[in-house]
């Protein structure tokens, strides 16, 4: 069983930053991608941001710019750094790693809270 282990969220203001980390007790070569999603208060969970093993990466519209998402493919780890944060960022974000075995099985960390002040 995958495991999928996150850090790095927390409280801060607008405008700042905060930087993101997920680590997979896996090969990142194991999955067609990894990324992260989030899940706002009474809302569906939503792309944030993906990334192959290649480097190929793909953003939702509404963090192109602010959001990079890269991996460390030695130690299975994807980041995540989101500069210039707003208050529709708070959420939970939920680490996601999609398997290239048959059936592509998506496996999901526990989150982890990010809170942005005003």
């Known amino acids: 069983q995958v495991q999928l282990v996150e850090s790095g969220g927390g409280l801060v203001q607008a405008g700042g930053s905060l930087r993101l980390s997920c680590a997979a007790s896996a090969s990142i070569f194991s999955f067609r991608y990894m990324g992260w999603y989030r899940q706002a208060l009474g809302k569906e969970r939503e792309l944030v941001a993906t990334i192959t093993p290649g480097g190929t990466t793909n953003y939702a519209d509404s963090v192109t710019g602010r959001f990079t998402i890269s991996r460390d493919n030695a130690k299975s780890t994807v980041y995540l750094q989101m500069n210039s944060l707003k208050l529709e960022d708070t959420g939970v974000y939920f680490c996601?790693?999609?398997?290239?075995?048959?059936?592509?099985?998506?496996?999901w960390g526990q989150g982890t809270q990010v809170a942005v002040s005003s």
């Open positions: 996601i790693a999609h398997s290239v075995l048959p059936g592509g099985q998506r496996y």
